[in-house]
């Protein structure tokens, strides 16, 4: 399929190629019936789908290499843990971190950003203060709200303009002399705006205080250079990116981790254990409590090696095809009121919005009448539908493997929400 660029944006002589037609090929589930209709799968910042080179990378270490890492001097037990310290390497080289052992499996972006909570945030006492914003998912607020109780450090936050983007107007006394961690996401996953973050990190550093960004919306879609965006953490998921379920990332600079205690203790974890206390093994093994991930882990080794097959670059122009064609396309609804911002520059491919007069849970039912998949709710993002008076709203997600047929299906199903409750 050739994807048309939408009116407004430039093509180029050096444009990435990308064959969706291609890549949709790769995902067994893009083949099924939703309802009796075509699936249209519109919800990956909620999870992606999996291609058939991740499912069949996971089923052979099942069949042909499962046992435990770090354990055994046996063949199986070698083959696994060259495989798992392998995805490893490869999650370094993908956001360019200057070292693998600054690579820490957890099951999920929120248990890496818990591991910092409760690790590097055991130190801080009353008086210091944490910096979030309101765009956050609730996987970025609630730690540090319950770390601030735990420490009677102070939870401060910066606001949101009505454009959908942070409102730094008074950045330089929110993040101050007190200011110990300013965590805040790269790409919001309600909103779809991408922060320009190189005013906070600057403000960040004239203070001394550390910088964690989550970036679980915003890996799976454009390149990233850990080095270029001088973060001192960053958290990120596996299944979001096309990889599985049960795995997730913090990168942390290696002076960093080495001073945080462990966050859970167990096996695989010390150094040496007595009766009389235990010492604790090396970054990342410290945080690695028990057995790990590790078919997991295999599996995000394959999906980033499916996303360096195709290419980052061509990714996210080809999202950035689809965002500015859905733009346009959802401006044509009667009623349908985008939140975040309305151009496709400095936001992703994450579209939510509020259909005049129909509750969101009505939208998605209507939707998935059509096989048409979105998400409705409050997207673990309370606080931004506080921020601008709405319970829920609808939420279209594109990836890889979407087109903008799908996004001509998902207008003329607004169409019809339109026409059922008018």
Same mark, same amino acid.
């Not at 290419?311 to 346009?328: R, V």
């Not at 008076?389 to 339109?418: C, H, M």
């Given at each position: ?22 890549? /949709? ?14 699936? @249209? ?43 798992? #310290? ?24 929120? #248990? ?47 606001? $949101? ?6 409102? #730094? ?8 002399? /007190?200011?110990?961690?300013?965590? *805040? ?27 964690? $960004?989550?970036?679980?919306?915003? *890996? ?13 953490? @960053? ?74 097959? *195709? ?18 396309? $959802? ?43 979105? /998400? ?35 207008? /003329? ?10």
């Amino acid at each position: 399929m050739t994807m048309t660029i939408p009116a407004g944006m430039p093509q180029y002589d050096d444009m990435p190629t990308f064959d969706v037609d291609r890549v /949709r090929a790769d995902f067994p589930i893009l083949g099924r019936e939703v309802g009796g209709q075509p699936l @249209i799968y519109l919800d990956s910042a909620n999870t992606s789908q999996k291609p058939q080179q991740v499912i069949e990378a996971m089923a052979v270490h099942y069949a042909l290499h499962n046992a435990n890492v770090a354990r055994s001097v046996h063949q199986l037990g070698t083959e696994a843990t060259l495989a798992y #310290e392998g995805a490893r390497e490869k999650v370094a080289r993908f956001i360019n971190a200057p070292s693998a052992d600054e690579i820490v499996f957890t099951k999920n972006a929120t #248990e890496a950003i818990n591991l910092v909570a409760h690790s590097w945030g055991s130190s801080l006492k009353p008086g210091d203060e944490i910096v979030i914003s309101e765009m956050e998912h609730h996987s970025n607020i609630v730690p540090w709200q319950l770390l601030c109780e735990r420490t009677g450090a102070t939870l401060k936050w910066f606001g $949101l303009t009505e454009t959908g983007r942070l409102d #730094e107007s008074d950045v330089d006394t929110l993040i101050n002399e /007190r200011t110990k961690l300013v965590s *805040i996401t790269h790409t919001s996953n309600v909103l779809g705006t991408v922060n320009a973050t190189a005013r906070i990190t600057d403000r960040v550093r004239e203070v001394g205080a550390l910088l964690m $960004l989550d970036c679980s919306q915003t *890996i799976p879609h454009k390149a990233f250079d850990v080095v270029d965006y001088d973060a001192d953490f @960053i958290v990120f998921t596996g299944h979001k990116m096309l990889g599985p379920t049960g795995i997730g990332v913090l990168w942390g600079r290696a002076s960093l981790l080495e001073k945080m205690p462990p966050f859970l203790g167990g096996g695989s974890m010390i150094e040496t254990v007595r009766m009389t206390g235990s010492t604790w093994a090396a970054p990342p093994a410290r945080f690695e409590a028990g057995t790990p991930p590790i078919a997991q882990a295999v599996g995000l080794g394959a999906a980033i090696d499916y996303l360096n097959d *195709i290419g980052m670059d061509a990714i996210a122009w080809h999202e950035k095809t689809l965002t500015s064609y859905a733009l346009d396309a $959802l401006s044509t609804v009667d009623g349908v009121r985008i939140y975040g911002p309305k151009v496709p520059v400095g936001r992703g491919a994450t579209l939510s919005f509020s259909v005049e007069g129909v509750h969101p849970h009505d939208v998605g039912q209507v939707l998935d009448s059509l096989g048409i998949q979105v /998400r409705v709710g409050h997207h673990c993002a309370r606080p931004i539908m506080d921020r601008y008076s709405v319970p829920a709203l609808t939420r279209a997600s594109f990836y890889l493997y979407n087109t903008t047929d799908e996004i001509d299906a998902l207008v /003329r199903g607004l169409d019809q929400v339109k026409r059922m409750f008018s």
